[in-house]
């Protein structure tokens, strides 16, 4: 059968996406790739491990996540890692900041003191791979079911990930006026794209009735004062503000309402508020929530946040209802 002009033209077009896609993936990878360069003959007794992500519409939290992991790895390989969220796209720069502001320097300090000024002439620097591929290991789903997994991460933050000062003064203030002496049970819920677009490998969110019953259950068995929700939500917490009235707590953080399937990020953007105002205010947010006695919550990266920020936690129960297909 001979294909008509039409559907041949069709063909080929697919065809050439096809090998645009793999085209660009192999791409990407090779720019990303793990490397070993010098920059001059400063430190040669030391190696720099640079820990760089390929560009995303991503959250705090995951870069946090992602970065702890490739710590550990530099650590654990007798490399002293530098975080570099300066060198090219990401959620938290200005297409005009890059190349001259380290996003990562807005809220953390630099995990051993080196900046990347301060490597900028050393004689060892690794490159580290900035793709995602499974090789090096990151707080997961493993967390909130072993708790030697959870000590280890925890431990590992507390001794390399220090918020900036002045974000922690924020933390402390908000901690005094919003949860005060009382007994507090922190509850983090994701809405708007998280469970508009159900992202594959993703953990799978709990309901809003699943969520409230688990919350209704152990605000009572562990007589708990006050609810503090974690949620860039605003239709989420009107429904609890709708059910638990005066008992319910929430920081300063802006919320938004039904996204669609637009990237939380991009919906900021569009909005024109301040992103860093908006990781600020997400950091103040889960930090307070590590701060809680008792922890409900869904599965995701704000979660191992608060759980590896915790000095740990009365009662915890996070949601394992597997991944997104």
Known sequence: MILSPLLAEMGIEMELEKWYAALKKTYVRYKWRMRSISKGSENPDKTFYVVRRSPGDTGLFSYLCTNVGYVRHAIESGYIPVIDMQNSRNTYLTADEIGIINAWELFFEQPCGYRLIDISKSKNIILGNGIIDGKVRYPSMKMIHDETDLNEWRALFHKYFVIKKE?????????RDLLGNRKPLGVLCRGTDYVNVRPSAHPVQPSLPELMEKVDAVFRDRQCEII??????????????????????????????????????????????SIFTQGKDYLVSIALLSRCECLVAGCTSGTYGALMMS?????????????YE
């Open 311 to 323: 000095g740990g936690y009365e009662f915890q129960y996070v949601f394992d209802l597997g991944l």
């Open 228 to 273: 503090y929700l974690a949620t860039e939500d605003e239709d989420v917490y009107q429904s609890f503000h709708d059910r638990y009235q005066d008992k319910l707590i929430v920081s300063k953080a802006k919320r938004y309402r039904n996204t669609g399937a637009d990237n939380i990020n991009a919906v900021i953007k569009k909005e024109n508020d």
């Open 167 to 175: 974000i922690m003064v924020e933390i402390d203030e908000q901690q």
